[in-house]
């Protein structure tokens, strides 16, 4: 079995609250291996884009504290400083966003921003550069591409510029894509569109991808691997298959629930689980599902691990060894 590209291990991730710190992520750990696709499910607000973005060095607050450890090729990355952080970011590993406006500034063109990206990492020539751009936009599928990659970002609409972003993103052929919500702001078509041009990418550039999303149907579409978080911790991780045809937790059993059979209609966000997701700062010391969870009993007072045998689940139903 080949190494993992990235090794999270106890990710914790805490801001300061007027009462004491919060933490937003509480002890994550989760494995990427080599032309893996991971997705990462879980309502809002349960960790999914402040894990990322903790260990990639990209939270401003100056209150945020990142502990824990972030392997990415044998290279520890929480704790690293800056300027090298930087160059993994955009080199190795590359993000996409939400909103593609997050990665393009409005007064500059779609192929300023691929060139500069290549140019940022790599000593090449602006013609080169640009030459690269065109070929990146015609590789995500922009038609007439050397033509449009001197167009403004408005002029592209909300696809073409999730598109753009990706060719940036793959600029400088990253071993690790961390796609956060990718979709989400685009209509059904374009989403599978996308999706099917990562997928395209992982097998031409060997890239592992690693899905944020809340919508289960770009999970099963995409996902090798999926990883549930709630609360800021992971409560089941397995095969796509594993967690979707047998899920070990209720939560994951909840965000299921009214997923259609095959041939069904596609399910395109979270069913609803009676109760509120929980606040960072309201966690109770046990399963933070607890007081939500149907099947809840004495034991959940106490915080499960996440346990199993490549099927994970932190669990007092399916937890090895329950407290007397
Ligand atoms: N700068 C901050 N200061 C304090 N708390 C924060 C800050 N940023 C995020 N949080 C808290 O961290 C928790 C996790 O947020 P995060 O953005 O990771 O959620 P998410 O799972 O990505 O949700 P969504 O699906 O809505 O994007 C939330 O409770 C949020 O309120
Ligand atoms: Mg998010």
């Not at 990253?174 to 685009?186: F, G, K, N, Q, R």
């Not at 209509?187 to 097998?203: F, G, N, P, S």
């Not at 899905?211 to 991780?237: K, N, P």
């Amino acid at each position: 079995m080949s190494e993992p590209l990235f090794e999270v291990t106890d990710l914790q991730v805490s801001f300061r609250g007027r009462s004491g710190p919060v933490n937003a992520v509480n002890g994550l750990s989760y494995t990427v291996m080599p032309g893996q696709v991971l997705g990462v499910v879980g309502e809002s607000g349960s960790g999914k884009s402040v894990s990322s973005m903790g260990l990639l060095g990209l939270i401003r607050d100056r209150g945020a504290t990142v502990t824990g450890s972030a392997r990415f090729q044998g290279r520890e990355l929480i704790g690293m400083p800056d300027r090298e952080l930087r160059s993994v970011r955009g080199r190795e590993i590359a993000m996409v966003f939400q909103d593609p406006m997050t990665s393009l500034t409005p007064v500059y063109t779609v192929g300023w921003h691929i060139a500069e990206q290549i140019r940022a990492h790599e000593s090449i020539s602006k013609k080169a550069a640009r030459h690269r751009a065109i070929e990146l936009l015609a590789e995500v599928g922009i038609p007439d591409p050397a033509r449009r990659v001197d167009a403004y970002p408005h002029e592209f609409s909300g696809g073409m510029r999730q598109r753009a972003v990706i060719a940036m993103a793959l600029a400088c052929d990253p071993a690790l894509l961390i796609a956060d919500e990718p979709t989400t702001a685009l209509d059904v078509t374009t989403q599978a569109q996308i999706l099917d041009l990562m997928l395209r990418l992982r097998e031409t550039h060997g890239s592992s991808i690693m899905v944020i999303t809340h919508d289960m149907g770009v999970v099963s579409e995409i996902a090798d691997r999926v990883l549930v978080m709630y609360g800021g911790r992971a409560v089941e991780a397995g095969t796509c298959r594993e967690v979707f045809h047998t899920p070990h937790h209720p939560y994951t059993r909840g965000l299921l629930a009214s997923v259609p059979r095959i041939g069904g209609e596609k399910l395109h966000r979270l069913p609803t689980i009676p109760g509120a997701p929980i606040a960072s700062s309201e966690r109770p010391t046990g399963c933070a599902f607890a007081p939500r969870c149907a099947e809840r009993h004495d034991a959940c007072t106490m915080q499960p691990l996440l346990t199993g045998d490549g099927h994970l689940s932190a669990c007092w139903l399916t937890a090895p060894e329950v407290p007397a």
